[in-house]
């Protein structure tokens, strides 16, 4: 049996060597990390273990970790979505006090940053300085469901961990995904515009109380029956790339990629049961709405039941013994 430092410095085990193992496998440790087995009295780096000599770098290189920790199987695998929902559910109830309240921790973070955001002139910098944490922040709150399922030791403080272990690509992950979905729906964008900028003035007058005029009204819909069919067509693309790289930030975070890498990964895997995946995301929307209309202290549950469902899809598909 190991006592095990983690990358946040605090000290997990008991757990076997097969237990050790498995997290070098995962990336969770590292030729570097600090153990001791029950019975020493200090803590020495996993490559000075005998025992564990075999799982390091393929070319015998001491202190480097074998590639396999940052890679998935090709394999095939099944997702059952009522599984993940019930799996979920399960987690989120075992775990009520931390899952809950750091999601909670999550959400009053941008209701917070989002109200400074509308201040004037530091407004602007408060929006910057949330698209430039939201990647980070929300890797955190992944990986603290995804230790959760595992059975790891978590905290409220756990959904920070995106910023010490991988804040670069998950920034990065986060600002190339918004480029090219947007890039899908500019088309449309481009003709909202075109359709709103001449009634600019009009639609200014509105946030003085003043009631829209008939013909306001008449312009509106017809600028937004005009571009309604383009922006149709536009979302498809878009939604099938949000549905496709939607496990790069876990992939990030778990499995120290690089965002590019994650989000090839996530893209392969899942176009192996796009619909499948696409029908887990309608489920929580819907879990998530339902929550909404039940006078919205529903979402406090539901939404930790989404994160939780959809890191269970995670573990199935990038975790799970495959035949």
Request: charged share 15%; with cysteine; glycine share 10%.
């Amino acid at each position: 049996m190991y006592i095990i430092i983690g990358g946040d410095g605090k000290e997990y085990g008991p757990i076997t060597q097969e237990d050790v193992r498995q997290w070098i496998v995962e990336g969770r440790l590292n030729a570097q990390s600090l153990a001791k087995s029950v019975s020493d009295a200090e803590f020495r780096p996993l490559d000075k273990f005998p025992e564990f000599a075999d799982v390091w770098g393929g070319g015998g290189t001491p202190g480097t970790i074998a590639p396999p920790s940052s890679t998935v199987s090709d394999a095939d695998y099944e997702l059952d979505l009522g599984g993940c929902i019930a799996g979920g559910y399960e987690l989120v109830k075992r775990n009520m006090n931390v899952l809950v309240v750091g999601v909670l921790a999550y959400l009053a973070i941008e209701f917070v940053v989002g109200m400074v955001s509308r201040i004037p002139l530091i407004g602007g910098l408060f929006s910057l300085a949330n698209f430039v944490a939201s990647g980070p922040l929300m890797g955190g709150v992944l990986y603290l469901f995804i230790r959760a399922i595992r059975g790891e030791p978590v905290q409220v403080g756990d959904i920070f961990l995106g910023f010490r272990r991988a804040f670069g690509q998950l920034f990065l992950a986060t600002l190339v995904q918004a480029l090219l979905i947007g890039v899908c729906l500019l088309p449309a964008l481009i003709i909202f515009a075109m359709k709103l900028i001449p009634l600019s003035g009009q639609l200014q007058s509105l946030q003085a109380g003043t009631p829209p005029s008939p013909e306001l009204i008449a312009a509106l819909k017809s600028a937004i029956l005009s571009g309604l069919p383009l922006a149709l067509i536009c979302i498809v693309p878009a939604t099938y790339l949000a549905v496709s790289w939607k496990f790069t930030l876990p992939l990030i975070i778990d499995k120290q990629m690089g965002f590019w890498q994650a989000m090839m990964t996530s893209w392969k895997m899942v176009n192996k049961h796009w619909w499948l995946v696409f029908g887990l995301t309608i489920l929580i929307s819907l879990i998530n709405l339902a929550g909404f209309f039940a006078c919205c202290i529903g979402l406090l549950f539901t939404i930790p039941l989404g994160f939780a469902a959809l890191m269970f899809a995670y573990e199935t598909i990038f975790n799970a013994k495959k035949d």
